[in-house]
C-alpha cells in the first residue's frame, strides 16, 4: 500500500529540548511538505522540499529546521528556538507535475510543557 | 502574495438542506483542491479542479471553479450528519500551496 506515514502520533518535550518528527513516503512522489496547524485554524507551510538535498523556507521557518537526504523522508526538527512550539504537525507530498494534488500523512501533535 | 478567503468560517446546517461554501483567491491560477478534515485527523482530498469552469462531483458534494472570477464554490446538497466536518480550500501557485482557513461545517438532525 503506498501512502505516507508519520510518526509518532503523539510527542510531549520539555521546553529547551530539540525533536524531530519524521515523515516518510512510498509514493514516489518527489516533493514533500511540512505544515503546521494550531487548534481552529488553517495551515501554516513550515518547509518544502521539491527535489532531493534541496529545500526551502516557508512562511514560519523559524525555530524548524528540515532535511532530505532521500527522496522517501522528510524529518522536521522543532528546535528549542521555535517559542510555540505545542501544534498538529502535517506532512505532505506530491507529484512536480500535473495535478500538484497534495497528499497528507496522518500527523503528529506536539505538546511541549 | 497569494490570499485565500474561505465562507462562511461556521456553517450549521440541518440535515436535508442545501448550502455552499464560497473560496476567493486573490492571485490568478487554475489549480485548485478541496479537502475535507475530521476533528483530530489529518486532510483528505476531496476535489481537484485545474481548469475554468471544472465541476467535479462525489456524492452530495459538488464543486466548481471559475478561474475568471477568482472563485470556487462547494455545493452539499440534502446534507447528511455525515458530511460533519471542516472543508479546506486551496490554492497553488507554481507549487506554493495556500489553504484557507477552514469552513467548520455540523450537520444537525
Known amino acids: 500500500d503506498g501512502g505516507i506515514t508519520q510518526s509518532p502520533k503523539y510527542l510531549f518535550r520539555k521546553e529547551g529540548q530539540n525533536v524531530t518528527l519524521s515523515c516518510e513516503q512510498n509514493?514516489?512522489?518527489?516533493?514533500m511538505y511540512w505544515y503546521r496547524q494550531d487548534p481552529g485554524q488553517g495551515l501554516r507551510l513550515i518547509y518544502y522540499?521539491?527535489?532531493?538535498?534541496?529545500?526551502q523556507k516557508g512562511d514560519i521557518a523559524e525555530g524548524y529546521s528540515v532535511s532530505r537526504e532521500k527522496k522517501e523522508s522528510f524529518p522536521l526538527t522543532v528546535t528549542s528556538a521555535q517559542k510555540n512550539p505545542t501544534a498538529f504537525y502535517l506532512c505532505?507530498?506530491?507529484?512536480?507535475?500535473?495535478?500538484?494534488?497534495?497528499?497528507f500523512g496522518p500527523g503528529t501533535r506536539l505538546t511541549v510543557t | 502574495e497569494l490570499k485565500v478567503e474561505q465562507n462562511p468560517l461556521f456553517l450549521s446546517m440541518q440535515e436535508g438542506k442545501n448550502y455552499t461554501i464560497y473560496c476567493n483567491y486573490s492571485?490568478?491560477?487554475?489549480?485548485l483542491y478541496w479537502y475535507r478534515q475530521d476533528p483530530g485527523k489529518s486532510l483528505e482530498s476531496l476535489f481537484v479542479?485545474?481548469?475554468?469552469?471544472a465541476v467535479k462531483q462525489e456524492g452530495r458534494l459538488m464543486a466548481s471553479l471559475d478561474t475568471k472570477a477568482r472563485l470556487s464554490t462547494l455545493h452539499i446538497t440534502a446534507a447528511v450528519h455525515d458530511l460533519s466536518a471542516t472543508y479546506f480550500c486551496?490554492?497553488?501557485?507554481?507549487?506554493?500551496?495556500?489553504f484557507g482557513a477552514g469552513t467548520r461545517l455540523t450537520v444537525k438532525p
Open positions: 492571485t490568478t491560477s487554475d489549480r
Open positions: 522540499s521539491q527535489i532531493v538535498n534541496d529545500f
Open positions: 505532505a507530498s506530491s507529484l512536480n507535475s500535473l495535478p500538484y494534488e497534495q497528499y
Open positions: 479542479l485545474l481548469s475554468n469552469g
Open positions: 509514493l514516489n512522489h518527489d516533493a
Open positions: 486551496a490554492v497553488d501557485i507554481d507549487n506554493d500551496m495556500r
